[in-house]
Every structure is written in structure tokens, then in C-alpha cells.
């Protein structure tokens, strides 16, 4: 990949953790895009001295105008904003790791101004992915996976044809909740869920990893990144973290990625692809890693992942239905509205209520996000309302 990037999420986890990667490469940052943390963006664009930066919205926008007025660097704000950002002239590969469907129109942009695309915004693939491989086909750009596990399957892939491979195995931690029965699942606390045993995320993804929606959603995102069907994805939960991720080949064969739990090593991958570089990031030492132990997921206590399954075999925007009603319970979950089992009970009965598009435009896909929100939103009301 080449060696102008612009970052969309840049005050995020995977953003920040870009960054130390582009500064250990010497990459040139020619954009920034945040949502409301201008106090971080501002160190960043001095830093960086980016020529584009964008924010959430106008007032953000101006604010930081004033702030960095010293410096040559033109300030954007929304959606707009971040188009911009995703399609400077000079720019070789954007970083897509905006959380949630709002990476959505701008990793589009991206792809249409023809860059390649560095991609840790899951919900990108997970709720339009026909219409993002159809485009990056379109404008022959590359979509290269910056998630860990899905960066492990695409290096255990290399050299070896589609047709060769019988299964994807993809790793999960467990999350904080590991083991634990449905009964004890009742009275978990954000700050309880929020703690992950190994990788350092943010707020979102994390929520997400204790209740194995992240597994979901990557099972999904694997079926686009490498047209493989969602019978030949598995879900092992192998605590230690270490293997990233496994691909079995037809000749029983199984090739896996190991390292240590790092996001900067698949990120910069992702960026020097197909080159690998130096770095000074810690290194796995096997012999102090110990036992390396693996587990079927718990569906039962954990039904996220079951729906996430089941969404991505209906197809059409269902996917999108999933991913919005995540998103919704994650929020009010983190905001303590609703109770850490509440969320895959709403999100299931989002989905019962959606009437599937299965040949969906991007329009569509929109809608059915929006309409899923809503109707989130609408049954934790009425919910609120009957126990009064």
C-alpha cells in the first residue's frame, strides 16, 4: 500500500494505535477525521500537520478553526467533512475504524475516489457489504482487513486458492464473562463489561466482546472480505489470545496466525502490504505463553452470536437490522437504561418485526438502519412504560 494515508476515526482506539504505526514508518498523514474529541484531534493536527481534518458538526468545526489557525491545515465538519478526508488527491489509503455505520458513506467515498482501504469499521461490510465489494470491484481498489482476527485469516490465506479451503475458524477471547451461566449475567454493571481480559478497545467493541456480538459481526465480515459462505465460518473461543485466527484447508491442513495481542501489528500490515516491516512492538515469546486452550462458545448464555448467524444467512438487510439494534442496546446499556441481558432480547425482537429486502441498493440498507433504531428505541419505551 502506498504511503499517504488519511484516518477516519483518528481519536478512536484503532485510530490512535494508527498513528504510532504511521509514526513508526514515516508515513505521511494527509487527513484526520474525528467525532467530538477536538482536544486530542487538536495534539494530532499539530503533530501531524495534516492539509484536511474533520469533525462531528459545524460549532466543533469552527472551535477548532480558531485553535489551529496557525497552521495550514483546512477544517471540515460532518459527514461532508469526512468525504473530504476520505478523498484527498493525495492521499493512497484510508484507515476506515469510524465505530458504527457512520463509516459507512465516507469508506464509499473513499473507494469511489479510488483508495485503498485499510478496514477496522466492521458495520461497513456487515450492513453493505454487496454494495462495497461491488464498488471496490468497480473501482479495482483493495480492502485490506485491519481486525486481528481477520488480518490472521488473510495471511494464513496467502499463496493458497479459495477452492482449497474448507473452513475459517475464528478466534474469540471469551471476553470478561467467560463461563459464566445466564442466572449470573443478570446483574452486570457497564464497568464489569467494559473490562476485556487482553485487547485494549473501545467502549463499543468492548461491549461488544462480552456479549460475542464483535464474533458475530466478524463472522459476517469474513463471509464478504473472502466470499466464503457462512456454513464454513466457525467461532472458537481460545482464551489466551494468541492465535488470532485459523484456515483449514480440504487436505485437513490448518494454518494459523499467532502474536501477541497487538492491534498495531495487523494494522501495519495492512498499511505496508505486500511488504512487511520492522517495528519495536513486543514480540510472543511461546515458551512464557503457557497452554493454548480452546472452547466451544456459549450460545445459550450468549445468544448474540446466534443471531448474528442467523442474520447473515437471511441476508438482504438484515444484517443491517442487527448491526442497528446492537448498536442502539450497546448505548443504553452502556448508559444503564437497560440491563447487560436486555440486549440480545431486543435486538432479537427488532429482527422479528423487519420485513427483509433481500436485493437491497445502499438507499435501502440506510432505511433499514434507520427503521431498526427506531423501532429499538420504540420497544425499550414501551418496556420503560409497562413497568411504571
Known amino acids: 500500500m502506498g504511503g499517504n494515508i488519511s484516518i477516519l476515526g483518528s481519536t478512536g482506539s484503532i485510530g490512535v494505535q494508527t498513528l504510532d504505526v504511521a509514526r513508526n514508518l514515516g508515513l505521511k498523514v494527509s487527513g484526520l477525521a474525528a467525532g467530538t474529541n477536538i482536544d ?22 469552527k472551535v477548532l478553526r480558531d485553535r489551529v489557525g496557525d497552521l495550514g491545515t483546512k477544517i471540515h465538519a460532518g459527514v461532508e467533512g469526512m468525504n473530504i478526508v476520505a ?69 494464513c490465506m496467502m499463496g493458497n486458492s479459495l477452492k482449497d479451503i474448507s473452513k475459517l475458524i475464528i478466534t474469540a477471547s471469551g471476553g470478561p464473562f467467560r463461563g459464566k451461566h445466564l442466572e449470573e449475567l443478570k446483574e452486570v454493571t457497564p464497568a464489569q463489561a467494559l473490562k476485556h481480559p487482553n485487547w485494549s478497545m473501545g467502549a463499543k467493541i468492548t461491549i461488544d466482546s462480552s456479549t460475542l456480538m464483535n464474533k458475530g459481526l466478524e463472522v459476517i465480515e ?58 519495536s512492538f513486543s514480540r510472543l515469546n511461546l515458551l512464557e505463553a503457557g497452554t493454548l486452550t480452546f472452547e466451544e462458545p456459549d450460545q445459550e448464555a450468549f445468544p448474540c452470536l446466534k443471531l448474528a448467524y442467523e442474520a447473515g444467512r437471511c441476508g438482504g438487510t438484515m444484517p443491517a437490522v442487527l448491526n442497528a439494534a446492537n448498536e442502539i442496546a450497546v448505548d443504553l446499556f452502556i448508559k444503564e437504561k ?41 420497544l425499550v419505551r414501551q418496556k420503560c412504560t409497562a413497568m411504571l
Not at 118 to 126: D, M, P
Not at 226 to 255: A, C, R, T, W, Y
Request: some cysteine; hydrophobic content about 45%; glycine content about 4%.
Open 338 to 378: 437497560i440491563g447487560f441481558i436486555d440486549i440480545p432480547g431486543i435486538i432479537e425482537n427488532v429482527m422479528s418485526r423487519h420485513i427483509v429486502n433481500n436485493c437491497p441498493n445502499l438507499e435501502d440498507i440506510i432505511e433499514a438502519d434507520r427503521w431498526a433504531r427506531e423501532t429499538a428505541m420504540q
Open 87 to 155: 478523498s484527498l488527491e493525495d492521499v493512497d489509503t484510508v484507515v476506515a475504524s469510524v465505530v458504527g455505520t457512520s463509516g459507512l458513506i465516507p469508506t464509499l467515498e473513499a473507494i469511489r475516489s479510488g483508495k485503498d482501504i485499510a478496514l477496522a469499521n466492521k458495520e461497513t461490510l456487515v450492513t453493505a457489504g454487496s454494495v462495497v465489494i461491488e464498488e471496490a470491484l468497480r473501482h479495482n481498489v483493495r480492502i485490506l482487513p485491519v481486525d486481528s482476527e481477520h488480518s490472521a485469516i488473510f495471511q
Open 222 to 279: 469474513a463471509k464478504w472480505l473472502f466470499d466464503v459462505e457462512l456454513n464454513k465460518i466457525q467461532v472458537m473461543v481460545h482464551p489466551q489470545s494468541i492465535i488470532h485466527s485459523m484456515v483449514e484447508f480440504v487436505d485437513g491442513s490448518v494454518m494459523a496466525q499467532l502474536g501477541q495481542p497487538d492491534m498495531r501489528i495487523p494494522i501495519q500490515l495492512a498499511l505496508t502490504y505486500p511488504k512487511r516491516e520492522f517495528n
Open 40 to 61: 486530542l484531534l487538536e495534539k494530532q493536527i499539530r503533530e501531524f500537520k495534516p492539509c484536511a481534518a474533520a469533525v462531528a458538526d459545524e460549532k466543533l468545526a
